[in-house]
C-alpha cells in the first residue's frame, strides 16, 4: 500500500460467516451483506478511518492491513473479517518517446506480464538494462533487468508495486543501423525505378 492509493475495505462479522459461496455458471463468487468503505492514503501514509481517525497504512501488504483493520474493528465487531482491495494500483512505462501506464489488476503482476500488457520491449529499447524504479523518487531503489539473457529473464518475475516506474534506454544509432541495413534494397529500387524511367523516355523519343 503506497499514498494516494484508493483502497476499498469490506467488513463483516463472525469471521465472514454472512459471506455465502455462490456457484454460477461454473463460477464461484461470494455473496454476502457488510460495511464498505473507501478511504485515501494520504502522502504521508495515513487513512482516515471512522471512529478510529488516522491509521497509518503506507508499506503494509494487503493482508497486513486486514489484520490491523479487523484488530482495531474488533472492539466495536464480533469477529470481524475484512477484505482490502487497492483501486488505483498502476505501473508506468517509459520507452523513449512513448509512454504508458499498465493497471495492476491483481498482486502478483510481474514484469514480464507488464511488459507483455504495454506491446513488448520496443524495436529501438535495450532489453538488456530495462530500470525499475520504485519508491520516493527522491531516495528511490533502482533495479536493473537484463532480459537479453536466459539468467537475466528469471528476475523478470519480479513481483510489481503500485506506482513502479519501468524505464527502457534507448539504443544510440539504432535508425542509422536500419538505414545502412536496407540501404542496399533501396540503391536496387532506386536502379529500377531509373530504369523504368529511362525505358519510358526511350519510347516516347521511338514514337
Do not use: C, H, W
Not at 124 to 138: F, N, P, T, Y
Not at 160 to 188: C, H, W
Request: proline share 3%; glycine share 8%.
Amino acid at each position: 500500500i503506497a499514498p494516494d492509493d484508493r483502497v476499498s475495505v469490506k467488513i463483516y462479522t463472525n469471521d465472514g460467516s454472512g459471506l455465502i459461496n455462490v456457484g454460477i455458471g461454473g463460477a464461484s463468487i461470494l455473496v454476502g451483506t457488510g460495511t464498505i468503505l473507501t478511504i485515501k492514503i494520504e502522502s504521508d501514509g495515513f487513512a482516515k478511518v471512522p471512529l478510529f481517525g488516522r491509521i497509518y497504512l503506507a508499506g503494509l501488504t494487503i493482508r497486513q492491513a486486514e489484520m490491523l483493520i479487523e484488530d482495531k474493528f474488533s472492539e466495536f465487531y464480533n469477529n470481524p473479517f475484512v477484505l482490502l482491495e487497492v483501486n488505483n494500483r498502476r505501473v508506468m512505462i517509459f520507452a523513449g518517446s512513448s509512454t504508458s501506464v499498465v493497471a495492476l489488476n491483481n498482486d502478483n503482476t510481474t514484469l514480464f506480464e507488464v511488459l507483455a500488457l504495454s506491446g513488448g520491449v520496443p524495436m529501438d529499447g535495450k532489453a538488456d538494462k530495462i530500470k525499475i524504479i520504485r519508491g520516493d523518487l527522491k531516495n528511490p531503489q533502482v533495479y536493473i533487468v537484463d532480459l537479453s539473457t536466459l539468467s537475466g529473464m528469471r528476475n523478470a518475475n519480479l513481483v510489481m508495486q503500485a506506482n513502479d516506474i519501468i524505464y527502457i534506454e534507448t539504443r544510440k544509432g539504432y535508425i542509422r543501423k536500419v538505414l545502412a541495413e536496407l540501404s542496399p534494397y533501396f540503391a536496387a529500387l532506386t536502379t529500377v525505378i531509373s530504369s523504368v524511367a529511362i525505358i519510358t523516355q526511350l519510347r516516347q523519343i521511338g514514337k
